[in-house]
Each structure stands twice: as structure tokens, then as C-alpha cells.
């Protein structure tokens, strides 16, 4: 016989939530991983790969775990995008390129608004998780390292590329390349949306742990080389550039400011 709704506690409510449910809308069963929904995705697999609610050290590690683990598969399809933008720049398909760069820059938002969910978890919590990760580090993130080397060989790609067209990447933003000049600043778009992701890291880590030569994360490495290395870049050449562009440029040409502009039109 159930309880009376007054005397139910939140032991009940996981309680009920741990078992399979009935779906009233298709009149089934849910969560007992024969349905076709559940086979092909593997929920089953898939939510198992969290600790019991009864084994965690605080109701908050779930939400820590869940968001590595969604983190780790977002960048698992990072890096998948960024191999088979490889393979397109290689085949000269840049409408393909554009838009898996497109998914690929979407991925990266994905990534960090995400990353904000764990802000929610304060100090004292994290001091009580952290117990528990062993001497774990980031660096050792099979998706960070995936997204890395992927990044890698798409830098070398855009080499070839630019090499089988015959333009210097310079003359990419000075000539009537349009579609090279696209497909690089989409890759710069990635390269931002990752940059931003690890920013985003390091400002969730300085709220958490804080930031400091003398804040040892858990493998004993400062907290502080975290401020070099998000400002890594994937694809060092299209930041260049920029510098390149600008130590080439003359101030000659230009009109002062309120001058008349009737003949400075830009060209048809
Ligand atoms: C409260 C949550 C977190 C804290 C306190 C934290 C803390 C840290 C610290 C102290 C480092 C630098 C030392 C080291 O390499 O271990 C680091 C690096 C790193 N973390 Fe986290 N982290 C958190 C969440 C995450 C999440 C959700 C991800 C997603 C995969 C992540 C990915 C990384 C990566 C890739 C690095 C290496 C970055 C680099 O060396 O530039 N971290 N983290």
C-alpha cells in the first residue's frame, strides 16, 4: 500500500525515480531498456555510468559528474567534426567545410554554457568532492587531447589548402578570396569558441579552488599555469596574421576624423 502524499520523503521521490516508469502518453513502460528509443541510444549503459544516488559523497556530485561526462562527449564530437573538416579542406569541399566549422563553433557554446552549471557548485562542496578524484588533472581529459590533435591536422589541412590555391594566408584577407577568407575565419570562430570555453574553466576554477601560484591543484601543479595556457590558440598561424596585417599597415590614406567623405566611397 503507498503513503499517504503527506508522509512521503525525498527517500520516496528517489526511490520512485530509480525504478522503471510508466508512460501514460504510449501506455509503456520506461527505463527497463527494451524499447527501441532505449536500444539505440543505450540509456541503459548510458545511465549507468553515474554513481548511485546512495553511494555519493554529496547530493551535488551527481550534477559534477553529469556535467564531465556531458563535457567529455561534447568534446568526444569536437574533435570528430574538426577530423572530417580535415578531410573536406583536403578534397577542396569548402560549402562542407563551412558548415561542419559552423556545427563545429556551436559545439564550443555548447560547451561552455555548460561548463556555468557547475559554477553553482560553492567552495565547501567542491572541498568535500575533491577527496575523491585521486590525483586527477584535466590534461588528462580524452577529450581535450582529441580536440588538440584534431585541431592539428586541420591546421595543416588549411596549409595544404591555401598551398594547392597558391595564396600566403595575408593574401587570403587582401585578395578576392572570398571563400578561403570564410572558411579561415571560421576557423578562428572555433578557435575563439574553444579559447572562451577554457577561459570559462578558468574563471568556474578560481571561484571554486581560486587561482594563484601558490593554489596547488590536485597533481600539485599550481592553479596559476592555467592563465598561459588558455590563451593557447589551436590555429597560431590566423592569429599571426592579424599582428602581420597590422605591422604592415600606414596610416597614409586614411581621412581625420570629421573630414569631408564624399570622396572616400567605398569601391562598387
Ligand atoms: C569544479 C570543477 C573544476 C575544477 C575545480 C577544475 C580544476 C582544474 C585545475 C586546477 C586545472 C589545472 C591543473 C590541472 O591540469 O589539473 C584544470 C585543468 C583542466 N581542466 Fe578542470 N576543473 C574543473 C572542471 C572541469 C571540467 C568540467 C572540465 C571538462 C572537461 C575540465 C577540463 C580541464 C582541462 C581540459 C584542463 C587542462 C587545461 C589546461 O591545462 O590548459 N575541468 N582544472
Redesign the pocket.
Known amino acids: 500500500m503507498s503513503k499517504p502524499d503527506s508522509e512521503k520523503t525525498v527517500g520516496d521521490v528517489h526511490e520512485a525515480l530509480s525504478r522503471p516508469l510508466f508512460n501514460p502518453v504510449l501506455k509503456v513502460t520506461v527505463g527497463e531498456g527494451k524499447l527501441d528509443y532505449e536500444i539505440y541510444l543505450r540509456t541503459a549503459d548510458l545511465l549507468r555510468l553515474q554513481t548511485p544516488r546512495s553511494e555519493l559523497v554529496d547530493a551535488d556530485e551527481l550534477m ?1 559528474q553529469v ?2 561526462q556531458a ?2 562527449l561534447w ?1 568526444k564530437l569536437l574533435a570528430h567534426e574538426v577530423a572530417e573538416v580535415v578531410d573536406d579542406l583536403d578534397g577542396d569541399r569548402l560549402w562542407e567545410v563551412t558548415a561542419r566549422l559552423d556545427r563545429a563553433v556551436r559545439i564550443t557554446h555548447c560547451l561552455s554554457h555548460e ?1 556555468r552549471v ?1 559554477e553553482t ?1 560553492t567552495p565547501d562542496t ?1 572541498q568535500v568532492i575533491r577527496r575523491h578524484l585521486g590525483n ?4 588528462e ?1 580524452p ?2 587531447n582529441a580536440v588538440r590533435v584534431a585541431a592539428s591536422y586541420a591546421a595543416e589541412a588549411l596549409d595544404r589548402l591555401l598551398a594547392r590555391h597558391e595564396v600566403a594566408l595575408a593574401d587570403v584577407y587582401a585578395g578576392p578570396r572570398p571563400e578561403l577568407k570564410r572558411v579561415c575565419e571560421l576557423l578562428v570562430d572555433l578557435d575563439e569558441g574553444y579559447q572562451t570555453w ?1 577561459f570559462t ?1 578558468y574563471l ?2 578560481r571561484r ?2 581560486g587561482v594563484g601560484r601558490d593554489v596547488a ?3 600539485g ?1 599550481p ?1 596559476q ?2 592563465v598561459g ?2 590563451t ?1 590558440p589551436l590555429f597560431r598561424a590566423l592569429w599571426a596574421v592579424r599582428s602581420q596585417l597590422t605591422a604592415e599597415w600606414r596610416r597614409e590614406g586614411g581621412l581625420a576624423p570629421g573630414a569631408d567623405r564624399r570622396e572616400a566611397r567605398v569601391p562598387a
Open positions: 559534477f556535467v564531465h563535457q567529455e568534446l561548463l557547475l557548485l567542491y586527477g588533472s584535466g590534461q581529459s577529450g581535450y577554457l574553466h568556474l576554477v571554486t579552488i591543484a590536485l597533481d601543479v592553479t599555469v592555467l595556457r588558455m593557447q
